[in-house]
C-alpha cells in the first residue's frame, strides 16, 4: 500500500476505533509521543495524557452511540512526514434519537514511524457545537 492509501487508513482507524469504543487501539494511531488537542478535552500529549482523554471521553459520550464522519481528506507528503487537514461531522444517538452534534475538523501533523503512518499532532476545531442533549 502506497503512503497516501495508508494514510487514509489512518484517518478512517481512528474514527472507526473511537466510534467502536476500542480504545487501545485508537491509541496506536498515534506516535508515542503523540498530541491531540481540541475545544472540548483541551490539550493532551503522550500515551499517559491520551489515556487521560479517552477518560474524559468516555465519561462525556459513554451513553451515545458516537459516528465521527469525515471528509475533504488533504494530504502534503514530504519524505517520512506528513501534515494533512480534513472536515468531520459528529454524530451522536440516544435511545433512537440522532444529532448532529458538532461539525468542524482536523488539522494534522503525521509521521512515519517503522513503516507505518501515525498522528504526531492533531488539532480539533469546531465550527458549531449543537445541544449537550
Same mark, same amino acid.
Given at each position: 500500500?502506497?503512503?497516501l492509501?495508508q494514510?487514509?487508513q489512518?484517518?478512517?482507524?481512528?474514527s472507526?476505533t473511537?466510534?467502536?469504543?476500542h480504545?487501545e487501539?485508537?491509541?496506536?494511531?498515534f506516535t508515542?509521543d503523540g498530541? $491531540?488537542?481540541?475545544?472540548?478535552?483541551g490539550?493532551h500529549?503522550? /500515551?499517559e =495524557?491520551?489515556?487521560q482523554?479517552? !477518560?474524559?471521553?468516555?465519561?462525556a459520550s459513554g $451513553?451515545?452511540q458516537v459516528r465521527?464522519?469525515?471528509s475533504?481528506i /488533504?494530504? =502534503?507528503?514530504?519524505?517520512?512526514s !506528513?501534515?494533512?487537514s480534513?472536515?468531520?461531522?459528529h454524530?451522536?444517538?440516544h435511545?433512537?434519537?440522532?444529532?448532529l452534534?458538532a461539525?468542524g475538523g482536523?488539522r494534522?501533523?503525521?509521521r512515519?514511524v517503522?513503516?507505518?503512518?501515525l498522528?504526531?499532532?492533531?488539532?480539533?476545531?469546531w465550527?458549531y457545537s449543537?445541544?449537550?442533549?
Amino acid at each position: 500500500m502506497d503512503d497516501l492509501a495508508q494514510i487514509h487508513q489512518l484517518y478512517a482507524h481512528y474514527s472507526w476505533t473511537l466510534d467502536e469504543k476500542h480504545h487501545e487501539e485508537w491509541l496506536e494511531c498515534f506516535t508515542e509521543d503523540g498530541v $491531540m488537542e481540541g475545544p472540548t478535552f483541551g490539550r493532551h500529549a503522550g /500515551r499517559e =495524557e491520551l489515556r487521560q482523554f479517552i !477518560a474524559k471521553y468516555k465519561a462525556a459520550s459513554g $451513553m451515545f452511540q458516537v459516528r465521527h464522519i469525515i471528509s475533504n481528506i /488533504r494530504v =502534503e507528503i514530504q519524505g517520512d512526514s !506528513a501534515s494533512g487537514s480534513c472536515y468531520v461531522l459528529h454524530y451522536r444517538t440516544h435511545r433512537g434519537r440522532t444529532e448532529l452534534n458538532a461539525i468542524g475538523g482536523y488539522r494534522d501533523q503525521l509521521r512515519k514511524v517503522n513503516g507505518r503512518w501515525l498522528f504526531s499532532d492533531r488539532q480539533a476545531f469546531w465550527d458549531y457545537s449543537g445541544s449537550s442533549a
